[in-house]
């Protein structure tokens, strides 16, 4: 079965969308946050910690790719209800990410109107483009980079709490990290059916996502990206450590995948030559 035919095997569809119904109902009852209402704006502190709101800044350009995100993955998977619809609420979920930590630039007094203005039109003049070719590929490095990207989220949460705390800014990544957890959920649930509808073809999807894993726009499309890579080194938010342990021995072992199978059937060496 080709990759394509995979997508729009009908019981695999009608399974990707009870899925998803399930996700999104669950969303709406519990996980729904109002970025106005919701946060103590009034309890920002200006003295946190300058290196947390340098963080921050880089997680909220990361965020600001949105448009490429959802944008260049859709065409993939337009012919998948369940996928298609997963994104759609997915980039409603991911907008707030950028808009609240944006505001909490701003409302803490760590960068000014001008400031952002200028950050935003630079990282929309760069474009992110798709790591992986298909929409297997796309559901593995999305399924990682969740997790990846809830890793990095939670622990900022506590590196700001350890460093001078900041109630407004907890709450926002409080729902962030809640936000990115359920989408690595979901994104794994997909994977797992892909999993049990062809192994094979699902692990040789993940295997490149997890041996060049790296963060999106970070290392290629922000200004002054080794700084902003040793930022998040300095404060242990994440490195290569974090991530041997944290994203890949994690997954293989909650998605039951071994070693030797994500490295690959080996290549025999001729004898003769
Ligand atoms: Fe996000
Ligand atoms: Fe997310």
Same mark, same amino acid.
């Given at each position: 079965?080709?990759?394509?035919?995979?997508?729009?095997?009908?019981?695999?569809?009608?399974?990707?969308?009870?899925?998803?119904?399930?996700?999104?109902?669950?969303?709406?009852?519990?996980?729904?946050?109002?970025?106005?209402?919701?946060?103590?704006?009034?309890?920002?502190?200006?003295?946190?910690?300058?290196?947390?709101?340098?963080?921050?800044?880089?997680?909220?350009?990361?965020?600001?790719?949105?448009?490429?995100?959802?944008?260049?993955?859709?065409?993939?998977?337009?012919?998948?209800?369940?996928?298609?619809?997963?994104?759609?609420?997915?980039?409603?979920?991911?907008?707030?990410?950028?808009?609240?930590?944006? *505001?909490?630039? #701003?409302?803490?007094?760590?960068?000014? +109107?001008?400031?952002? %203005?200028? /950050?935003? =039109?630079?990282? !929309? &003049?760069?474009?992110?483009?798709?790591?992986?070719?298909?929409?297997?590929?796309?559901?593995?490095?999305?399924?990682?980079?969740?997790?990846?990207?809830?890793?990095?989220?939670?622990?900022?949460?506590?590196?700001?709490?350890?460093?001078?705390?900041?109630?407004?800014? *907890?709450?926002? #990544?409080?729902?962030?990290?809640?936000? +990115?957890?359920?989408? %690595?959920? /979901?994104? =794994?649930?997909? !994977? &797992?059916?892909?999993?049990?509808?062809?192994?094979?073809?699902?692990?040789?999807?993940?295997?490149?996502?997890?041996?060049?894993?790296?963060?999106?726009?970070?290392?290629?499309?922000?200004?002054?990206?080794?700084?902003?890579?040793?930022?998040?080194?300095?404060?242990?938010?994440?490195?290569?450590?974090?991530?041997?342990?944290?994203?890949?021995?994690?997954?293989?072992?909650?998605?039951?995948?071994?070693?030797?199978?994500?490295?690959?059937?080996?290549?025999?060496?001729?004898?003769?030559?």
């Amino acid at each position: 079965m080709d990759s394509a035919a995979l997508s729009f095997n009908p019981e695999v569809e009608l399974s990707l969308w009870r899925i998803y119904r399930d996700f999104f109902d669950i969303a709406e009852r519990k996980r729904r946050w109002r970025v106005r209402d919701d946060i103590p704006w009034d309890e920002c502190n200006p003295n946190l910690d300058p290196a947390i709101a340098d963080v921050v800044e880089t997680f909220c350009c990361v965020e600001l790719y949105l448009p490429d995100y959802v944008g260049k993955v859709l065409p993939l998977v337009r012919r998948s209800k369940g996928r298609t619809w997963f994104y759609a609420n997915w980039g409603y979920e991911e907008s707030k990410h950028s808009l609240a930590l944006s *505001d909490w630039l #701003l409302r803490s007094g760590h960068r000014t +109107e001008e400031y952002m %203005f200028d /950050l935003e =039109k630079k990282v !929309f &003049e760069r474009e992110w483009n798709l790591p992986e070719g298909d929409h297997l590929g796309m559901l593995a490095y999305a399924m990682v980079q969740e997790h990846a990207t809830f890793l990095n989220y939670r622990n900022l949460r506590q590196r700001a709490q350890a460093l001078g705390g900041d109630p407004a800014l *907890d709450r926002v #990544l409080a729902f962030v990290s809640v936000d +990115e957890a359920a989408h %690595f959920g /979901l994104f =794994k649930s997909f !994977f &797992e059916l892909y999993l049990q509808v062809d192994r094979d073809r699902a692990i040789a999807a993940l295997r490149p996502v997890l041996n060049q894993f790296q963060m999106p726009a970070i290392h290629d499309l922000l200004d002054e990206s080794k700084s902003r890579i040793a930022r998040i080194r300095e404060l242990e938010l994440f490195n290569e450590e974090i991530f041997i342990r944290d994203v890949y021995t994690h997954l293989l072992n909650t998605l039951n995948v071994t070693k030797a199978e994500l490295r690959g059937p080996r290549v025999k060496k001729s004898v003769l030559v």
